[in-house]
């Protein structure tokens, strides 16, 4: 049997679909490696005290689940410049590779080049060369949805086999210990398993709750190994129930923010609308669906920041792409309430396009550098560098008080033990201001790094005080994290001369 016109024409567009989806992924590959990327202490400082011996959660104050630090370990001995560097972009290309992937199974390689379209959009508006825990959650993410939908519909899930049950699991446990916000999508994820109407469905719920444990366990043990399974579980689960950080550290967006965020979201409306109207069987596949867009849009609250949503980018390209598909089709219908439905859902989609556009020429024109992308504080740090260097023996701890907790590992000095970042919410939190100042005290380093501003404030703090009797001013510095940023002037002090300190 020769193949239809119509088949031939499908073809062809699904080639054309493929090749140009792979121009968008490589092309966006290569900007991201042309941008500004930005990196904070959390996945530059700590993977690099880790490398050198020191134990998370009993030498170092941190409220995340392990896992991405720990990744970022081998990353901790060269240059950050590069290494760092790299993983942004590796991340930015599997991002838009799973995007594409997950999306032609769900609804063909038309839709999938539309998803990487508005994932390369959305990842740049969503400060994807911020480097930070969401960006690996939404690869974790994505991995487990490419595992739930089916290869036939967009709509309709088959039952799946149990090594995938055991696989989710896997997943869903290493999407908590890179970030516990994935213990949001665990009780939808477990209802897929459980009340999705599969035959065998306890061997599906047994496999993907061992699967789940799995990951959990072997972490559990590293750090009864290292004696701080107890400092584990405060700082990662108690620490986040009880502690102030909600109120504390919470951040709302400014009202400029807003339209952009009701624009992120309306994929999701999408996607209620063409389930609406198609009156898809599977319901429970909605329900995972829902748990993991719940999750990936959790981290945002309570301390807004946009890179918080980049879990959340790549689940709603998908979703958008793959409702603008079906609302297309629906757009043919001869039923007037579907027509004038997908219609106006249509119109929403162009609009959720439309704004990620506006975002990523606004976000590329501020980060993307023609030149050379500059690693943080490389351009002013060496005086300051050298002048500690010169003042403090080598391999000798210094200590940083109200700056950038970056600084210690630009300038290749570890802090006292034990470091805590020098936040309100965490210093507070089971004592540790009361050990971090101790430390600092048995320590007693040459060098004292405090801002300018502080200093010349003559402030009357308990700790200021303590630092003034014990420490004189030596040079002053001018520093600058990254380009555009204001700069910082930094007071290098040293011991004290004293007799009576």
Known sequence: MKPTAKKLTSVHHSRLANVAAGCVIVGGTLLAWGSQYYVDYEVSLLPWLIEKGWVLYRDIADQHTPLFTALLVPFGAGDTSIPLQMVVVGLHFLTLLLVYLVTIRMAGAVAGLGAVILAELWTVAMEGTHLWYDGVLGLVYMAMLLLLVNKRSPLANKAPRLGTAIIAGLLLGIGILIKQHATAALPFIALFWWAGGYAGWRSHLGLFAAGLSAPLAIFS???????????????????????NYMQAAAMLPAYSEWPVLVA???????WALTWRIHKARDNWLA????????????????????FHFQALVPLAAVLGAVAAACLYESAK????????????????????????LAQWIEGLSFNFRPGAVVAPYATSIEPLRAWVDANTPPRSPVFI??????????????????????LPWVLDADNTEERWWFGFMQ?????VLVPAQAWDANSTGSREMQLRGQYREGMRFNILNYPGARPIEVVGLLQSNDPQR
């Open 333 to 356: 219908s001869f039923m007037p309430w579907r027509k004038v439905a997908s219609q106006l859902g249509l119109g929403l989609f162009g609009l959720y396009m439309l704004v990620g």
């Open 401 to 422: 008080y109200g700056l950038d907790s970056m600084l210690y590992r630009v300038l290749e000095r570890e802090p006292t033990r034990p470091f805590s970042p020098q």
């Open 443 to 447: 320590a007693h380093p040459a060098v």
């Open 287 to 306: 329900m995972a669906l829902f748990g993991l867009v719940l999750a990936a849009s959790l981290p945002a609250v309570p301390r807004y920041a946009r």
């Open 264 to 270: 992120l979201f309306i994929p999701l409306a999408l």
């Open 221 to 243: 043990l590293v750090f009864a190994a290292q004696g701080a399974l107890g400092e584990a579980w405060y700082w990662t689960v108690v620490y986040n129930i009880t502690g």
